[in-house]
């Protein structure tokens, strides 16, 4: 075991993050991926934390954060050219929203309000059971030695925690056929995304130089290499690899103040 530790640790010294990804997608060995976990679990740590306070546990949220990680790596194509940096961090927040949409509140209640939520869930059950019948909202403030007002709003927030399925039917008194809530909703306008897409492209284009301009138009738009770029504009590669990093990073800072 030590000698294979010792070799993983030569690996991560040894080789460039291009490097390990080409290493990883031809061998698909977990240790080069371990390798790679490990180098960018800070991006795990900074978007997990942008998610606290906000219904879940940090570590539940940390650990779907890791997932997402290791999904990012196990999809990242090196020969694409982007920074893995800009191509995980959509991925693990996409894996965390994801997350809070199947084990989260529908809406952002106090953790005060969750905590008592709970309580008076149980203490419903607890008086039902021992006084088979219903307890009124009274009997429930005196069991926790709080105000009615308190266990109120309890329900009410518990609601949501809750949510109803589209496919719930309901009676239609027009004819036999039942309608589905899927069917009484107005479904959401697939161009408003591409608006905002858009739109924020334009905002953050605004903000940049000409040269920096240039470089995000020929790139993703164009589809030219850095070395095409790098003649046009009398420079080298490597200056046009570092204008584009330091492009993508403005790229990343100006999506998280959306987010």
Do not use: H
């Not at 000409?210 to 589809?223: L, S």
């Not at 070395?227 to 998280?256: D, H, P």
């Amino acid at each position: 075991m030590k000698n294979v530790a010792k070799a993983t640790s030569n690996i991560d010294e040894a080789l460039t993050e291009k490097e390990l990804f080409a290493l990883y997608k031809n061998t698909k060995d977990i240790s080069i991926r371990n390798i790679l976990v490990e180098r960018y679990m800070y991006i795990v740590d900074i978007l997990s934390k942008k998610f606290i306070n906000k219904g879940i546990e940090y570590e539940d949220i940390y650990q779907v954060a890791s997932l997402g990680l290791i999904y990012a790596i196990d999809r990242f194509d090196i020969e694409r050219g982007y920074e893995f940096s800009s191509f995980a961090t959509p991925t693990i927040v996409g894996e965390i929203k994801k997350y809070f949409r199947d084990k989260g509140w529908s809406i952002r209640v106090p953790r005060r309000i969750q905590e008592l939520s709970k309580k008076v869930n149980k203490t419903r059950l607890e008086l039902e059971q021992k006084n088979q019948k219903p307890p009124k909202i009274e009997d429930i403030a005196n069991y926790l030695g709080c105000s009615q007002e308190d266990v109120l709003e309890a329900m009410e927030a518990s609601q949501g925690y809750k949510t109803t399925s589209l496919d719930i039917s309901y009676d239609n008194d027009r004819d036999d056929k039942d309608i589905r809530l899927m069917d009484l909703m107005g479904n959401e306008d697939k161009n408003f995304k591409k608006i905002e897409n858009k739109d924020f492209i334009n905002n953050f284009i605004n903000k940049l130089n000409e040269i920096e301009v240039k470089i995000v138009k020929d790139r993703f738009f164009n589809e030219k290499t850095q070395s095409n770029i790098a003649k046009e504009l009398g420079v080298s590669q490597m200056t046009i690899s570092r204008l584009e990093k330091k492009i993508i990073s403005k790229l990343q800072k100006e999506y998280e103040k959306i987010i």
